[in-house]
């Protein structure tokens, strides 16, 4: 069974730093790209970052260019987001997710075919 947990979540004050980790389970992780999105209250789902299956290439939304780092370790059948100088604009529900993708040159950051249970994040002082 395909399973995607994430972690890592928490409260952390503006400018700071949080690392979230996905650990997969249940399918070839490196088959699969995977990516994170997020989801606050009242805001539609929002796509943030994604990493193809060798972790050759990624993509980020335009709100985390810059502050946000993905990686991944298929060894350890994990995904990182490293996310720096957060903002208030940042709290959300993370969730890791991931879709079959053999191409090790793009991903997307609009396919969500297997997600996790998602890690809350807040920005606040």
């Known amino acids: 069974q395909l399973q995607l947990v994430e972690s890592g979540g928490g409260l952390v004050q503006p400018g700071g730093s949080l690392r979230l980790s996905c650990a997969t389970s249940g399918f070839t992780v490196d088959s699969y790209a995977i990516g994170w999105f997020r989801q606050a209250p009242g805001k539609e789902r929002e796509g943030v970052s994604c990493?193809?299956?060798?972790?050759?290439?990624?993509k980020y939304a335009d709100s985390v260019k810059g502050r946000f780092t993905i990686s991944r370790d298929n060894a350890k059948n994990t995904v990182y987001l490293q996310m720096n100088n957060l903002s208030s604009e940042d709290t959300a529900v993370y969730y890791c997710?991931?879709?079959?993708?053999?191409?090790?040159?793009?991903?997307?950051?609009?396919?969500?075919?297997?997600w996790g249970q998602g890690t809350q994040v807040t920005v606040s002082s």
């Open positions: 997710y991931s879709y079959w993708n053999p191409s090790p040159f793009i991903c997307t950051l609009v396919r969500y075919t297997y």
């Open positions: 990493i193809t299956r060798t972790g050759d290439n990624t």
